[in-house]
C-alpha cells in the first residue's frame, strides 16, 4: 500500500540556519504530496503542495520539489525562526482517495 | 476561505459518558469529511470517512459503535464517542475536502478537540 516515511526526529536548529527534513514515499501512479505543519494545542494547516513530477510548492519561505525518479518531497527552508518550530507532516494522496501520513517530525528552533 | 471548526476545543466527562464533538466547513460544503485521532507525539490516525447522507466508512480496528459518526449535512459532521472510557482520551481532529475545486485534493483541518475522560 501507499506510505510516507519522514525523517526522524526531533531537530534541533538555531535560528537562521538551514533546514531540510526529508521525506520519501511509495505509491502507485502519480499521487499528489503535501506538507503538514501542526503548531502546539492545534489542528493541522496545509503549508504547500506539489500535485504533479517537478512542481515546486512554497510557502513562508518553505519549499518542497515533487522528484519522482527518487520518490522524494524534502522541505526545505533556508533561515528558520523561533515561529517555526511544530512539528511537520508529509502526507500523499491518490486523487480523491484518503491522506497518507508521515510519522511527523518535530522541530525546535532556539533563538 | 476553506475554513473547519470545532466544538468543543476541550472536553472533560466522565467515565461511561457519552460526548459529542462536532465539525463544520464554514465557508464551504464537504460532501467528504474525515474523523482523526492522535496520541501525543504521534502521527494521526484516520478512524473514518464521512459521507454526507450516507454511514460512515471506518478503517479496520475502530469500534463503530463506539465511535458514531453522523454527517447530516454539508457542512456538518459530528463524532460521538460513547460509553466514554480513560483509553478514549486523545486529540481527535476532523478534516474536510472541498469537492468545488475539481482536481485539488488537500483536506481543511480543524483545529482539534481534546477529550479527557476521568
Known amino acids: 500500500g501507499d506510505s510516507v516515511t519522514q525523517m526522524e526526529g526531533p531537530v534541533t536548529l538555531s535560528e537562521e540556519a538551514f533546514l531540510t527534513i526529508n521525506c520519501t514515499y511509495t505509491?502507485?501512479?502519480?499521487?499528489?504530496l503535501f506538507w503538514y505543519v501542526q503548531y502546539p494545542g492545534e489542528g493541522l494547516q496545509l503549508l504547500l503542495k506539489?500535485?504533479?513530477?517537478?512542481d515546486k510548492g512554497s510557502n513562508k519561505g518553505f519549499e518542497a520539489t515533487y522528484r519522482k525518479e527518487t520518490t522524494s518531497f524534502h522541505l526545505e527552508k533556508g533561515s528558520v525562526q523561533v515561529s517555526d518550530s511544530a512539528v511537520y507532516f508529509c502526507?500523499?494522496?491518490?486523487?480523491?482517495?484518503?491522506?497518507?501520513f508521515g510519522q511527523g517530525t518535530r522541530l525546535t528552533i532556539n533563538p | 476561505g476553506a475554513v473547519v471548526s470545532q466544538h468543543p476545543s476541550r472536553v472533560i466527562c466522565k467515565s461511561g459518558t457519552s460526548v459529542k464533538i462536532e465539525c463544520r466547513s464554514l465557508?464551504?460544503?464537504?460532501?467528504?469529511m474525515f474523523w482523526y485521532r492522535q496520541f501525543p507525539k504521534q502521527s494521526l490516525m484516520l478512524m473514518a470517512t464521512?459521507?454526507?447522507?450516507?454511514?460512515?466508512?471506518?478503517e479496520q480496528g475502530v469500534e463503530k459503535d463506539k465511535f458514531l459518526i453522523n454527517h447530516a449535512s454539508l457542512t456538518l459532521s459530528t463524532l460521538t464517542v460513547t460509553s466514554a472510557h480513560p483509553e478514549d482520551s486523545s486529540f481527535y481532529i476532523c478534516?474536510?475536502?472541498?469537492?468545488?475545486?475539481?482536481?485539488?485534493?488537500?483536506?481543511?483541518f480543524g483545529p482539534g478537540t481534546r477529550l479527557t475522560v476521568t
Open positions: 478534516s474536510a475536502r472541498d469537492p468545488s475545486i475539481a482536481g485539488v485534493y488537500e483536506q481543511y
Open positions: 505509491a502507485t501512479g502519480y499521487p499528489s
Open positions: 506539489a500535485t504533479k513530477a517537478d
Open positions: 502526507a500523499l494522496t491518490r486523487g480523491a482517495q484518503k491522506l497518507v
Open positions: 465557508d464551504f460544503q464537504a460532501t467528504t
Open positions: 464521512s459521507n454526507e447522507g450516507s454511514k460512515a466508512t471506518y
